[in-house]
């Protein structure tokens, strides 16, 4: 299963991007997705996750801020992320987790730059 991620880029504090990432490939269904970031100098960070009936749960820096969802019939997530502040600057990977025809899997995308200037 393969995931390709696109909406990165740079903007000013305050503004928006949207994140989206689509997934391929042998796919049965598709459970969680979730998109993750990573900082310079600092560990991967859960951002927010959906699950296949549409729960959603978020980390307490991005509540209020940022929307998860997803569309089931295209197979992709996306991260609406508004009122950027300088800290969402960060490389976002989404993760996909669900099940080919013969087995579960657990995937990754690349990774997209999004960078916030003061």
């Known amino acids: 299963v393969q995931l390709v991620e696109s909406g990165g880029g740079l903007v000013q504090a305050g503004g928006s991007l949207r994140l989206s990432c689509a997934a391929s490939?042998?796919?049965?269904?598709?459970?969680?997705m979730a998109w993750y970031r990573q900082a310079p100098g600092k560990q991967r960070e859960l951002v927010a996750a959906i699950t296949s009936d549409g729960r959603t749960n978020y980390a307490d820096s991005v509540k209020g801020r940022f929307t998860i969802s997803r569309d089931n019939a295209k197979n992709t997530v996306y991260l609406q992320m508004n009122s950027l502040k300088t800290e969402d600057t960060a490389v976002y990977y989404c993760n996909v987790k669900g099940r080919s025809r013969f087995a579960n899997f657990d995937s990754w995308g690349q990774g997209t730059q999004v960078t916030v200037s003061s």
């Open positions: 490939g042998s796919i049965f269904s598709i459970n969680a």
